[in-house]
C-alpha cells in the first residue's frame, strides 16, 4: 500500500486507517441510551436545569471525554433532538458522533446524518 506524501508541519506521513468501534464504545452507547431515557421522563423546565447543572459540572472538571460528562451530553441531546425534531440518533450516528469528540475523522456516505452527528461534539465542546 502507497503512502501519501508527509504532511508538512506535522512531522509524520499519514495513512488513513479504518477502525471499528471498540466494546468500550458500545459500552458508552448503551450507557447515553438508558440516561436518554431517563431524561425522557423530564419536563422541558427541568431539562434544561440538568443541562445547566452539566455545563457547570464540565466548567470545574477539565477533561471533557470523562464519562461522567461525555454520557449526560450526549443524552441530552439526543432527548433535545428527539423533542424538537422528532428524530432519535441511530446507533452508528453516535458512535460517530464519539469518535468526533475524540477528534478521529469520520467518514460517512450521503444521507446517515453527517449534519445530525456533528451536534454531538459540538455540545460536548461548548
Not at 450516528?93 to 454531538?120: P, R
Amino acid at each position: 500500500m502507497k503512502k501519501l506524501p508527509r504532511i508538512r508541519g506535522l512531522g509524520w506521513g499519514f495513512l488513513a486507517r479504518p477502525q471499528q468501534p471498540r466494546r468500550c464504545e458500545h459500552i458508552i452507547l448503551k450507557r447515553v441510551r438508558e440516561k436518554a431515557e431517563s431524561f425522557r421522563r423530564l419536563t422541558d423546565h427541568s431539562l434544561a436545569e440538568q443541562v445547566s447543572q452539566l455545563r457547570h459540572d464540565v466548567t470545574r472538571e477539565s477533561e471533557l471525554h470523562d464519562v461522567s460528562i461525555l454520557v449526560p451530553t450526549f443524552a441530552a441531546a439526543c432527548e433535545a433532538l428527539r423533542r424538537t425534531l422528532g428524530f432519535q440518533f441511530y446507533d452508528v450516528q453516535l458512535l460517530a458522533g464519539l469518535a468526533l469528540s475524540n477528534g478521529a475523522v469520520v467518514e460517512m456516505q450521503t444521507g446517515e446524518g453527517k449534519t445530525i452527528v456533528s451536534v454531538l461534539p459540538g455540545c460536548l465542546h461548548a
